[in-house]
């Protein structure tokens, strides 16, 4: 069997390589104001998905038995519903309706089977939504505040120094669980399964974006 440490280890290069390249919200080679315009759309994006996340945790945690990973969830929680009034904030401040935002269908549908999974073991919720759903945050936020940098870097500096560090930890949440509960070769393909379906579900989600985008085009 693989220790659980080196699981978690390959299962975190498994889920890079699953994502190179994949992300495609965001145009790197794009003219200023077509970068802007996107960043603008995520950034919106993500005061729904902070909301969402919020209603999501609190949802899960009566469902998570173990303590030691319980007594973490509320301050994710905490670190959600601040990063919501952070980006709404910051939205107002430039000049835009944050609620005026409507998702995708395929992005509401995937907050709702979140929310839906948390009577599913804790060992598949933390791989799927701390692990795999962090984990990518992080990757795409990295993306948002290079290509932020020039063209609104007020925008850039908030999420570099008030939001990345929380889904770092947010994401180290998800390693934690699956160190501690990933223990078998059965657990570690419950793990494994959990993330894959995680990945296809998000990227499903980014699919059905970049296709209103080029719509739009």
């Not at 080196?6 to 495609?24: G, I, K, P």
């Not at 802007?36 to 759309?41: A, D, M, P, V």
Request: hydrophobic letters at 40%; aromatic letters at 8%; one cysteine or more.
């Amino acid at each position: 069997m693989t220790d659980a440490r080196d699981f978690v280890r390959d299962l975190a290069q498994e889920n890079a390589a699953f994502w190179r390249d994949r992300d495609v919200r965001l145009d790197r080679g794009a003219p200023p104001a077509v970068r802007r315009e996107q960043i603008r759309y995520r950034m919106r994006q993500g005061v729904y998905n902070e909301l969402r996340s919020v209603e999501l945790i609190a949802a899960w945690i009566p469902h998570v038995p173990e303590r030691e990973i319980r007594d973490l969830l509320p301050g994710q929680l905490d670190d959600e519903q601040r990063h919501y009034q952070l980006l709404r904030r910051r939205v107002i401040e430039l000049g835009e309706d944050p609620d005026a935002y409507r998702p995708l269908p395929e992005w509401e549908a995937l907050f709702d089977w979140l929310v839906a999974c948390r009577a599913r073991p804790t060992l598949e919720k933390l791989a799927m939504f701390q692990f795999a759903g962090e984990t990518q945050s992080c990757e795409g936020f990295e993306t948002l505040i290079a290509l932020a940098q020039e063209i609104d870097p007020e925008t850039a500096e908030l999420y570099r120094t008030r939001i990345l560090p929380d889904e770092y930890r947010h994401a180290a949440i998800g390693r934690r669980a699956l160190t501690l509960l990933a223990d078998t070769p059965a657990a570690q393909a419950q793990a494994r399964a959990a993330c894959r379906e995680m990945n296809e579900r998000i990227f499903a989600a980014y699919r059905a974006h970049r296709v209103r985008v080029d719509r739009r085009a």
